[in-house]
């Protein structure tokens, strides 16, 4: 596996591969790499010839009182998990490669970024699609795989694209849980065991809310019941909604023959779990 720190290592490595005609896959991470992340490798290598994996904490997408600090890095173990995933190239920027002094560009999503994730941290969605689309150019990329867990990120990256003209392919990936549910999340390891104990309530809650709005329930209720639920599980809820899959637009009902989904973030401690289901 080849790892690059600097553009023109990047781009020279990518331009030998391109001359052969190879398809590039691209992964992206912030590191602390756990089989989530493993089944976007393996999800970019069934859709291209070559993969790489960027690794980049990005500051952009923090806010001040945000955990940019005590985002858990771990470059040797992340490093050797790729290798052992097949990744071809390990894309490690530093702050400077990505953001040299002087930048003043940055790419605003509307719409799909303004509510849920995007109202509660002003600014994450400017970043991460600002350096996507940076990694999207950097790497010239043919198809790009993101996880479902982050619903919200994934509508506002592939908007972002289109958009942009921006060619390449947003590879949507199913969420990795534990055996009791949980999404997987490079946060999860803040939890207390107690905590850890009580964080799958949010995914069996969105389950049961997702599964009365099919049976045709009334939707307020549906997520007023789960709400109730995590309350009473010790989980503070921030939102547990219902939208149009790829609008991320609030529907306050079922609305047949449109794809839909209930997102939620509930807060656990000091961490702020982050799921979704689709209604079937
Ligand atoms: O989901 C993440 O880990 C990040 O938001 C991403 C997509 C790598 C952009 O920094």
Known sequence: MLIHRDIPGLRAALGAWRARGARIGLVPTMGALHDGHLSLVAAARAAADVVVASIFVNPTQFGPNEDLSRYPRDEAGDLAKLRAAGCDLAWLPTVEAMYPPGGATAVEVRGVSEGFEGAARPGHFRGVATVCTKLFLQTGADAAAFGEKDWQQLQVVRRAARDLDIPVRILPVPTVREADGLALSSRNRFLSPGERERAPLLHASLLRAAAAIAAGRDAAEAL???????????????????V???????????????AMRIVAAARLGTVRLLDNVAVP
């Open 224 to 242: 007023a019941t789960g709400e109730d639920a995590l309350r009473r599980g010790g989980l503070m809820p921030d939102y547990l909604a219902l």
């Open 244 to 258: 149009e899959a790829e609008t991320m637009r609030p529907l306050d009902r079922a609305a047949p023959g449109t």
